[in-house]
């Protein structure tokens, strides 16, 4: 079975700043996704950046980007300019490309805090 | 929808008794997917369904969950003799066929005391 660790249950950035969130994961599969999303207090879990494994490239979204490690199997997340509209739980997660398996596999999650 | 709509958006029961939690999905979406979350965790993968048969139910905990989506839209998630370990947040998430991309709705605070 496919897991996904987040070994920082918090962190905290200055306002403008960068910071980046930390993802492992395990899996004896090739093909694969993986995502982050964004969780604020309003418990709607929101699509932060996708990654597909067989991409070389790693995904950016604006001021998100990703630092995605294949044979690390590391899935890190970087936030630049940091807005005090990013203070969430983020969420790295996992899904299998193989049909049928839809489901998504999470981390626990990093709180973070912007400080202004 | 514009969204994914659960409600009722919080409920409180008693142990035992039982509750239905509701999911209407974007319009459209063939999948949907429940998942719990409970305090301090990420979501946990309960079921996934596609169209009106579930695909995949292997999350789900024992025989007191049950969850149907009788014309391949709304979904109720059922759960019976409720035990104060079933408090979580029930989330549910809905997409089009072979998309990577599932949309989540705000969940169903249930607390059971």
């Known amino acids: 079975a496919q897991t996904v660790t987040q070994s920082q249950p918090e962190m905290s950035v200055q306002e403008a700043e960068t910071v980046t969130l930390s993802c492992t994961y395990d899996?004896?599969?090739?093909?694969?996704?993986l995502f982050w999303y964004k969780q604020p207090p309003s418990r709607q879990m929101i699509l932060v950046i996708r990654?597909?494994?067989?991409?070389?490239q790693n995904a950016t979204e604006n001021r998100f980007s990703v630092n995605f490690q294949k044979a690390a199997k590391s899935f890190s997340l970087k936030i630049s300019d940091s807005q005090l509209g990013d203070a969430a739980m983020y969420f790295c997660?996992?899904?299998?490309?193989?049909?049928?398996?839809?489901?998504?596999?999470f981390g626990k999650g990093t709180k973070l805090t912007v400080n202004p | 929808g514009a969204g994914v709509s659960q409600t009722p958006s919080n409920k409180v029961t008693e142990k035992g008794k039982y509750v239905e939690l509701r999911c209407d999905p974007i319009s459209g979406h063939t999948a949907l997917y429940w998942y719990r979350q409970s305090l301090g965790q990420g979501p946990e993968f309960l079921i996934y369904f596609q169209g009106t048969g579930a695909a995949d139910d292997s999350g789900l905990p024992n025989d007191r969950f049950f969850a149907v989506r009788p014309e391949g839209s709304v979904s109720t998630l059922k759960i019976q003799r409720t035990e104060r370990g079933d408090s979580a947040v029930y989330l549910c998430?809905?997409?089009?066929?072979?998309?990577?991309?599932?949309?989540f709705g705000q969940g169903t605070r249930l607390t059971v005391v």
């Open positions: 997660a996992y899904r299998s490309a193989q049909g049928g398996s839809e489901k998504l596999v």
């Open positions: 990654q597909e494994a067989y991409k070389q």
């Open positions: 899996t004896s599969e090739s093909d694969y996704y």
């Open positions: 998430a809905s997409s089009t066929y072979l998309n990577t991309e599932a949309f």
